[in-house]
Nanobody
């Protein structure tokens, strides 16, 4: 069984930074995508960033370069560095794992395994 566990969330003021981590117990796919998503109460889940086994990266445009996705060579752990945080970034953040098929999308439908989420709260 593949299990993903996020950590590193917390409460920060506007302009602060956090680094989230995601650890996996095993890996189902040889060619894969790892992604970060978030969801605030009452809102749809948003794809933030993705990285494949060749280290190709994709970001949501609305992040404006504030977030950076990275991973170790063994893809464990996965990281999301978040800078210049704003109250709009308040959400539960999830990491996910899925198969690679020509690209890594920011759509949750491509991902099969999900972590439990870690809460990020940004105050003004």
């Amino acid at each position: 069984l593949e299990q993903l566990v996020e950590s590193g969330g917390g409460s920060v003021q506007s302009g602060g930074s956090l680094r989230l981590s995601c650890s996996a117990s095993s890996y189902t796919y040889s060619s894969y995508c790892m992604g970060w998503f978030r969801q605030a109460p009452g809102k749809e889940r948003e794809g933030l960033a993705a990285i494949n086994n060749k280290y190709d990266r994709r970001y949501a445009d609305f992040l404006k370069g504030r977030f950076t996705i990275s991973k170790d060579n063994n893809k464990n752990p996965l990281y999301l560095r978040m800078n210049d945080l704003e109250p709009e970034d308040t959400a539960t953040y999830y990491c996910a794992h899925g198969p690679y098929d020509r690209m890594c999308s920011l759509s949750s439908s491509q991902y099969n395994y999900w972590g439990q989420g870690t809460q990020v709260t940004v105050s003004s």
